[in-house]
């Protein structure tokens, strides 16, 4: 059966698109609205402000890719799809980090858990961080909006092994879990999200709200890098970018883009590095500060039966047994969940090399990998990295602190007991020099006196935060609670860099929900004048 | 001739030149020199029967047809890296192509080529181990992008009992 390609038809039926590598010479554009960056944020903001009869313009980095390209390798997913080619690191490498980068953003690339903000996120920013309005109450519309708009469901099949592990360590040991609802309309259940959906049925970005605009006359650049915010007196006057060939190089073509508003929604990382190079005022040096990851720590475990980790939805459960239990501003907590497990993926995170890496490979399809998400940004000794420029570019020093650590001690032990209690014969918390344990017992013990310490130990994260947050007062923040910037009077921030703390359940539909609301309102500025209530 | 069967006619004295020839420029390569149209080709080759140890096939031509699959790849993998990564990368390659690096980084001048599997063995569990983040680092490095490399080639993945799922005849 052949599957519909929404980009390839809507590309035929007259969508403007510019691919940047095609351009010969220098050019300027004019919208009413320019957004840098198409992912959660982005997507979800172009189609708000281009419902509302606004001329919207999108500028993407990465390249538009669709489902005719998304064949399932991971060879050709990482270099085309994500940041660095997923090779993206801490400064001190202590930390992987997956981003996307192409048009739709992670969310083309994402593995579709949807998770509303959760309400001690909510009243922490309002108690701490000066947010206002963004109550479970007044939020909670906003995301039923989102969850009808990119068809977010209880995932209603059965879970693959992988999460089925989770769910039975969860059940036999009394531990809270949960079904998890995805943004799938059709899903071939085939484990293949982080690749790029080749059937269309994840509700990404790139198949629903990019679609939308572009249908509504928006224009969108592909592989053009916004690289400088001109601003002057309070105001943006224009959006400097280059050109990028097929390889991403800048060539020697640069744009220029003018519009009433600008938004910014490069991602956490990407709009604080582009806010600081353009040298925006941030009189309380607030700018890539605060950026928060979900650090995660992984536990692999064998089973005598099949897993086939890579084969199905890749999350369907999760457990939150552990997230709050300490207080919010108590030792860190952590989500429970499982990623997809597929080749190149599991041989980068597998410890040493030769045999006995070779030995664990041969294991792959008996491997079970639970993961641990620590919920950072809470407690005080929890500041998160920080983003600096460089000459090449950026890097983020992201230090984890004795506090990070001892949640990561207790982390692993909850997934030890959670394994054997789902029936595993062995787990090995993923630090290097830790063995196979082979019962509750000896993991308990071995995990208690085990070194965890950066590079020996391995630490990844999807999922970046914050950078430049928002709320009420200046000194916490950069953009006040509808994303408008403090100092710019055109320009807001919708993206995961808003959040002034990380959130403690994955990010894709806190960006929707929260995007949808401080769209809307900016969309009714743009068009009657009216100020957001 | 292709460039393979080049490398692979006349490995040992075109690795003698490639690994010796900084014998004669003990000064550390800088970052400007490097990039383009290195290939680190005969360095990888020489490293990866050891990283790669009980995931190669056993039977000599296939072996050699997966070390040279891997080569392709390592390059490809390279090539798609960010240049700040390249850059550090190259740094730590030339390194080990260097006299002087290998001093640095293992302790013996003794190139690469001329050391024993054990050998290999032993400085890739020393840098392992070791206490200095540069050595942990260079270790993680190289493992990552070998491993990486050689398990995104579809030809690599029967072992592990790995398929992608035909989803259109
Ligand atoms: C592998 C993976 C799995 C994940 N799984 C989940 C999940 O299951 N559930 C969940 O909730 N979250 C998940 N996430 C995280 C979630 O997708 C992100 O948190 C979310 O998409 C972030 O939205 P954003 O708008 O902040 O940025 P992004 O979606 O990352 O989009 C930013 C875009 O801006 C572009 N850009 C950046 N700078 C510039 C510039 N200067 N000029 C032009 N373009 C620029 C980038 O190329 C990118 O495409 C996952 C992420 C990854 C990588």
Redesign the pocket.
């Given at each position: 059966m052949a599957i519909v390609d929404p980009i390839i038809n809507g590309l035929n039926s007259g969508w403007l698109h510019t691919d940047g590598s095609q351009l010969k010479e220098n050019q300027q554009f004019e919208a009413d609205v320019v957004i840098?960056?198409?992912?959660?944020?982005?997507g979800v903001a172009a189609e708000i402000l281009s419902q509302a009869g606004l001329s919207v313009i999108m500028?993407?980095?990465?390249q538009l890719r669709s489902s005719t390209d998304f064949n399932m390798e991971e060879r050709v997913a990482y270099p085309n799809l994500y940041q660095q080619a997923a090779a993206m690191k801490t400064s001190d490498k202590a930390i992987g980090i997956?981003?996307?980068?192409?048009v739709g953003?992670?969310?083309t690339?994402?593995?579709?858990?949807?998770?509303r903000t959760p309400t001690e996120a909510l009243a922490f920013w309002e108690q701490q961080k000066s947010v206002k309005g963004l109550s479970r109450e007044t939020l909670d519309p906003w995301f039923e909006q989102m969850e009808q708009r990119l068809n977010i469901h209880e995932w209603k099949f059965e879970p693959n092994r992988n999460n089925a592990a989770l769910k039975q360590g969860c059940i036999n040991l009394g531990w809270d879990y949960t079904v998890i609802k995805r943004n799938v309309a059709g899903c071939w259940n085939t484990g293949y999200c982080?690749m790029g959906c080749p059937v269309n049925a994840k509700q990404s970005m790139l198949v629903t709200t990019i679609p939308s605009a572009l249908d509504k006359g928006a224009q969108l650049f592909s592989r053009?890098?916004?690289v400088k915010i001109e601003h002057h007196n309070g105001k943006v006057l224009a959006l400097k970018a280059q050109a990028l060939d097929s390889n991403s190089k800048p060539t020697s073509v640069e744009l220029m883009f003018k519009a009433k508003h600008y938004i910014m929604?490069?991602?956490?990382i990407?709009t604080p590095v582009?806010m600081m190079r353009s040298d925006v005022p941030d009189p309380h040096k607030l700018l890539g500060k605060r950026t928060f990851l979900h650090p995660v720590l992984l536990s692999g475990a064998i089973f005598s039966d099949a897993i086939n980790g890579h084969s199905g939805a890749p999350?369907s459960i999760y457990s939150d047994e552990f997230v709050w239990k300490n207080g919010v501003a108590g030792e860190l907590g952590y989500k429970l969940e499982v990623p997809p497990i597929h080749p190149v993926l599991m041989a980068s995170k597998l410890l040493g090399h030769g045999k006995e890496h070779a030995e664990a490979m041969a294991n792959f399809n008996q491997f079970q990998l639970t993961i641990a998400l620590v919920r950072d940004g809470y407690h005080p000794d929890s500041q998160g990295g920080q983003v600096r420029l460089t000459d090449k570019g950026f890097e983020l020093d992201y230090p984890l602190t004795e506090t990070f650590w001892r949640a990561a001690r207790r982390s692993f032990a909850s997934m030890a007991e959670l394994q054997f209690a789902a029936g595993a014969m062995k787990v090995m918390p993923v630090s290097d020099g830790m063995p196979y344990f082979t019962s509750w017992k000896d993991a308990k013990e071995g995990i208690e006196q085990m070194t965890l310490a950066p590079l020996k130990t391995v630490v990844a994260s999807?999922?970046v935060m914050g950078g430049c947050p928002f709320g009420e007062d200046e000194k916490l923040s950069m953009v006040d609670s509808y994303g408008q910037s403090h100092y710019l009077e055109n320009l807001s921030v919708m993206?995961?860099?808003i959040f002034p703390t990380s959130l403690g359940a994955?990010?894709?539909?806190s960006?929707y929900g929260i995007t949808a609301r401080n769209a809307t309102a900016l969309a009714q500025k743009l068009t009657d004048g009216r100020e957001p209530q | 001739m292709n460039r393979r069967t080049f490398l692979l006619g006349t490995f040992a004295t075109t690795a003698a030149i490639a690994l010796g020839v900084n014998l004669y420029s003990p000064e550390f390569s800088s970052t400007d020199e490097q990039t383009e149209g290195k290939d680190y080709r005969l360095l990888f080759s020489v490293l990866l029967p050891v990283l790669l140890d009980g995931a190669l096939p056993e039977v000599a031509s296939h072996k050699l047809a997966a070390q040279n699959r891997t080569l392709d790849a390592i390059n490809q993998s390279i090539a798609a890296l960010s240049e700040s990564q390249q850059d550090e990368l190259f740094q730590l390659l030339d390194m080990l192509e260097n006299r002087l690096g290998l001093l640095v980084l293992t302790s013996s001048m003794t190139p690469l080529l001329m050391r024993s599997p054990s050998e290999l063995t032993q400085m890739l569990e020393n840098w392992r181990y070791s206490y200095f983040s540069l050595m942990q680092t260079a270790y993680l490095g190289l493992r990552e992008l070998v491993m990486a490399s050689f398990y995104a080639c579809p030809e690599h993945w029967s072992r592990i009992h790995y398929a992608k799922p035909v989803l259109f005849k």
């Open positions: 840098v960056g198409t992912g959660a944020g982005g500028i993407e980095a990465g997956f981003q996307g980068r192409s953003g992670s969310t690339i994402n593995w579709t858990t949807s998770i982080g053009v890098k916004v929604s490069g991602g956490a990407h582009l999350q999807a999922h993206d995961g860099s994955n990010p894709q539909l960006i | -």
